[in-house]
T-cell receptor
Framework: AQSVAQPEDQVNVAEGNPLTVKCTYS??????LFWYVQYPNRGLQFLLK??????LVKGSYGFEAEFNKSQTSFHLKKPSALVSDSALYFC????????????FGSGTKLNVKP | GAVVSQHPSRVICKSGTSVKIECRSL??????MFWYRQFPKQSLMLMAT?????????EQGVEKDKFLINHASLTLSTLTVTSAHPEDSSFYIC????????????????FGPGTRLTVT
């Protein structure tokens, strides 16, 4: 079965400090990995994706993520957090044989304090 | 580009009534649309996949007679919650896919802003 794990329900970081939001996955075949952000009562906004190529992927708003095949991880990172980054972050994976279906992690609430 | 809208953004209805939620792709043709449900502090669960002009495919455990999905055009899909009950209260999010072939990058999904349904 395909699955995505976000081990931290919540991550707290001070503004200006680096942030990491963790994601690990378990899929059959090659994974296609995504990060989305959700603000309160809003839909999901695309941040970045990994399909193939460089393991380090750069996305919107200064975020980046590193695909690590051996550790089956795709952690989201940002060198310097902003208060406005506070939101709910979802990791998701799609698989080769069914591009329609996303498997979402449980979400991690990021709190950036001034 | 690639904007998906949902209407209404919030709806409150009485138990036993039906509610229709619209999902529109504003600047592209969506051959496939998806409906998700999100419970408080939980992840998104795919409810069903709908292709334009054909019947929706429901995920296991989702009642097709309760959650009616219609995808009548390439820019509009509707979700009707029939005989709503308080346990149907949730945040419903749709997404739309523009590609039909060409590999994983052509299967981008764009998410709508969501609809908050409250059944009293």
């Amino acid at each position: 079965a395909q699955s995505v794990a976000q081990p931290e329900d919540q991550v707290n970081v001070a503004e200006g400090n680096p942030l990491t939001v963790k994601c690990t996955y378990s899929v059959s075949g090659n994974p296609y990995l995504f990060w989305y952000v959700q603000y309160p009562n809003r839909g999901l906004q695309f941040l970045l994706k990994y399909i193939t190529g460089d393991n380090l992927v750069k996305g919107s708003y200064g975020f980046e993520a590193e695909f690590n095949k051996s550790q089956t991880s795709f952690h989201l990172k940002k060198p310097s957090a902003l208060v406005s980054d506070s939101a709910l972050y979802f990791c998701a994976v799609r698989v080769q044989y069914n591009f329609n279906k996303f498997y979402f992690g449980s979400g991690t609430k990021l709190n950036v304090k001034p | 580009g690639a904007v998906v809208s949902q209407h209404p953004s919030r709806v409150i209805c009485k138990s036993g009534t039906s509610v229709k939620i619209e999902c529109r792709s504003l600047d592209f043709q969506a051959t496939t649309m998806f409906w998700y449900r999100q419970f408080p502090k939980q992840s998104l669960m795919l409810m069903a996949t709908s292709n334009e002009g054909s019947k929706a495919t429901y995920e296991q455990g989702v009642e097709k007679d309760k959650f009616l999905i219609n995808h009548a055009s390439l820019t509009l899909s509707t979700l009707t919650v029939t005989s709503a009950h308080p346990e149907d209260s949730s945040f419903y999010i749709c997404s739309a896919r523009s590609g039909t072939s060409g590999g994983p990058t052509s299967y981008e999904q764009y998410f709508g802003p969501g609809t908050r349904l409250t059944v009293t």
